[in-house]
């Protein structure tokens, strides 16, 4: 039974325009949600996180917006530059956070094109 | 600030051998976490450490067992290896629980099992 969600595995947007990553969950215990981008042959890197106190966070380009009562978050990347080619993962965990680490949904390949 | 490092980069294993992997959490971290991404799969949650104690494992059989040592470094043992364990292993840490629920990763381990 996969608690998060991402539907699209791949996603392909033109540099400059705005890239929207969604992610869906089922548990209603997560409290707090992660992005996180992965390069090949390379770790996740962190990207913005989310608290359920909240329904958007920005930093930067980046923006996760939170709906609780529809069990959706999306992240959007604006503008897209070619960097942000990479796989794009969203992740959850339940308030107190910690014993069974963070859900990962299975990732969405993000492809900017020139 | 160094990041989360992980040795070695890649391990060639034959079935039925012991694996090592190390990880050395980012100056600070006290909580290690453990993940397993095959391949065409997600991250999946093997092991939490903090403080020096295991604090919970995910779905996976005991011979994935692991420890965290007085400087939080951890190391992750693979007994018996089977061909379905190879895979990228994932080390990542995190402030003191309760802190923060950001997971910070390292670059990972393949593990190639023949």
């Known amino acids: 039974d996969q608690q998060v969600k991402q539907n699209s595995p791949s996603l392909s947007v033109q540099e400059g325009r705005i890239s929207i990553l969604n992610c869906d969950y089922t548990?209603?215990?997560?409290?707090?949600f992660l992005w996180y981008k992965k390069y090949p042959a390379e770790g996740p890197t962190f990207l913005i996180s989310?608290?359920?106190?909240?329904d958007k966070n920005e930093d930067g380009r980046f923006t996760v917006f939170l709906n609780k009562s529809a069990k959706h978050l999306s992240l959007h990347i604006v503008p897209s530059q070619p960097g942000d080619s990479a796989v794009y993962f969203c992740?959850?965990?339940?308030?107190?956070?910690?014993?069974?680490?963070?859900?990962f949904g299975k990732g969405t390949h993000l492809i900017i094109q020139p | 600030e160094a990041g989360v490092t992980q040795s070695p980069t890649h391990l060639i294993k034959t079935r039925g051998q012991q694996a090592t992997l190390r990880c050395s959490p980012i100056?600070?971290?006290?909580?290690v976490y453990w993940y397993q991404q095959a391949l065409g799969l997600g991250l999946q949650f093997l092991l939490w450490?903090?403080?020096?104690?295991?604090?919970n494992r995910g779905n996976f059989p005991p011979r994935f067992s692991g420890r965290q040592f007085p400087n939080y470094s951890s190391e992750l043992n693979v007994n018996a290896l089977e061909l379905e364990d190879s895979a990228l292993y994932l080390c990542?840490?995190?402030?003191?629980?309760?802190?923060?629920?950001?997971?910070?990763f390292g670059p990972g381990t393949r593990l190639t099992v023949t």
């Open positions: 100056s600070g971290h006290t909580s």
């Open positions: 548990n209603s215990m997560f409290d707090y």
């Open positions: 992740a959850a965990i339940p308030s107190g956070g910690g014993a069974d680490g963070l859900t």
């Open positions: 989310i608290s359920s106190i909240k």
């Open positions: 450490y903090d403080e020096g104690e295991e604090r």
């Open positions: 990542a840490s995190s402030p003191p629980h309760g802190l923060s629920y950001e997971q910070y």
